[in-house]
């Protein structure tokens, strides 16, 4: 078991306070909840091994939230909220147990208006875009675990994804439109939101206030085909991959390259693609295929195989071979693959990415993932390489830094540590004011000292900077 703090007399008066409320201390139950998709990571699998919750609790509602709040805070019970589980840096993990509060519950739209939706924070995402494609549109963005992760989760924990070559990541202005928060109080209170202030609350991993709800813009629904292209080098794989995410006017949704020998730990989808070729996993509006195949000629490349969204033979959406799966699909060949997040240099994004190619072919093959960033466009990703020790991961962090990219540490489960949130004055403050008791995400936030988890996760990573204005 955890290290915990936790007067087992505090916990015994929670669960009274609970009533009907679901919970549980059953071990088995504390342990399958206490974990997300952490394990990827050989670091965090040491870091976090028996870090479980004392309580389980499971509201129902947002009253019920409310209820299971009120009384964490009465009896100083730190929490941690959790959605699906689908978290990759340990966002979902007690560290100081205390309370995992499964908020997959409190779950339902709550309004659309014309470009707009509104759910509850336990609304898985898929469902979101099932409600809503009837009318015509759908989510911007979102997860390749879209069916397993909730749309709180997602705003908490996540920061891009399926769409983010066209629209950006979830922190670009625009790209949330409101989020509600639940303070930890004995009285608790719903802070709404909007504007600049939304990024305050977005990947905190829950440390400054409970996400309730969220509303999000939405784009017109279009019918996408999946694309499996293959292309004879890497630097023609990657000169599509660039070229197709400036091409403003082509309508897509995922742009993903994975070099040779990639494409062959995909069993389901490496019949598609020749034997030492390069591949490109690819969502486009069927509108755009015209100019999507005229480009892929033009780069070498051939499609292997198209097929509408979630219809392919492989059995699941092709984004499910992408982003955060993409590392699952790879350790089922190898447990000891590893990667990094690095960003690309928008100014000098090709010639980045094709130096960064050039120089760690020995280390291992690349993996991209093209986005657009604060209005440029970027790649994120590194060479997967097979894990040694941490001393290897921090100078493969100090290489790739030298080559120019930014690095965010994605092997820690602590915000001073990542380096991809920002936590200034405003956060503490916002903090404070939410969490008067320091029962949130314990361990996680910068407002608190340097810890063994922090420092024994740390990388030399400069983490990331952003010019979108924050409130002050």
């Known amino acids: 078991m955890s290290v915990t703090t936790v007067d087992p007399g505090s916990l015994a008066r929670l669960a ?3 009533g009907d409320i679901t919970h549980s201390s059953e071990p088995r139950l504390l342990r399958a909840k206490s974990r997300d998709r952490f394990a990827q990571s050989p670091i965090l699998r040491e870091v976090l091994r028996g870090k479980i919750a004392d309580i389980y609790i499971a509201p129902g509602s947002k009253a019920e939230l409310r209820t299971v709040v009120a009384a964490c805070a009465r009896h100083r019970i730190p929490i941690t909220v959790r959605g699906g589980g689908t978290a990759q840096f340990g ?3 007690p560290l100081s147990g205390g ?3 499964d908020v997959t519950g409190v779950t339902g739209i709550v309004a659309q208006r014309l470009g707009t939706v509104r759910a509850l924070c336990g609304t898985l995402v898929a469902d979101i875009d099932a409600a809503i494609r009837p009318t015509g549109w759908e989510l911007r963005m979102h997860p390749s675990t879209t069916r397993q992760a909730t749309i709180g989760g997602y705003l908490a ?3 891009a994804g399926i769409g983010s070559c066209h629209w950006g990541i979830l922190r670009d202005r ?6 509600e928060v639940m303070t930890v109080e004995e009285e608790p209170r719903l802070v709404e939101l909007v504007g600049a202030d939304v990024n305050t609350v977005h990947h905190a991993y829950g440390a400054n206030g409970i996400i309730t709800e969220v509303e999000l813009p939405t784009a017109p629904a279009w019918t996408w085909q999946e ?7 890497f630097a023609s794989a990657a000169r599509f991959s660039v070229e197709i995410c400036r091409s403003e006017g082509v309508l897509k949704k995922l742009v993903s390259l994975h070099a040779d020998p990639l494409p062959t730990y995909f069993p389901d989808l490496a019949g598609f693609v020749p034997p030492g070729h390069a591949m490109v996993l690819a969502m486009a509006a ?3 295929m015209p100019d999507v195949e005229d480009l892929v000629r033009e780069c070498g490349g051939s499609i292997g195989y198209r097929c509408d969204e979630g219809a392919g033979v492989y059995d699941c959406p092709l984004y499910e071979f992408t982003w955060g799966h993409s590392m699952m699909h790879y350790q089922r060949l190898d447990r000891a693959f590893i990667g990094l997040l690095a960003m690309f240099p928008a100014d000098t994004l090709l010639e980045s990415i094709m130096a960064v190619h050039t120089e760690f072919a020995a280390v291992g093959p690349m993996h991209l993932e093209m986005k657009r960033f604060e209005g440029g466009l970027s790649a994120q990703g590194s060479p997967v390489f097979v894990f040694e020790s941490q001393e290897q991961v921090a100078e493969m962090t100090t290489r790739l830094q030298e ?3 930014s690095i965010a540490n994605t092997h820690t489960p602590t915000l001073r540590a990542s380096g991809m949130k920002p936590w200034a004055e405003v956060e503490s403050r916002f903090k404070r004011m939410t969490d008067p008791h320091g029962l949130l995400a314990q361990g996680k936030s910068d407002d608190e000292k340097e810890d063994d988890i922090s420092a024994s996760t740390a990388l030399p990573n400069s983490g990331w900077s952003y010019r979108t204005a924050t409130p002050s």
């Open 91 to 93: 966002q979902g993990v």
């Open 174 to 179: 625009g790209n949330i439109t409101a989020i």
């Open 157 to 159: 924990g996540g920061h």
């Open 286 to 288: 069927e509108q755009s």
């Open 16 to 18: 009274e306070d609970l």
């Open 403 to 405: 080559a120019g990219l």
């Open 227 to 233: 694309l499996v292209i293959s292309f004879p080098d």
């Open 99 to 101: 309370a995992v509060v």
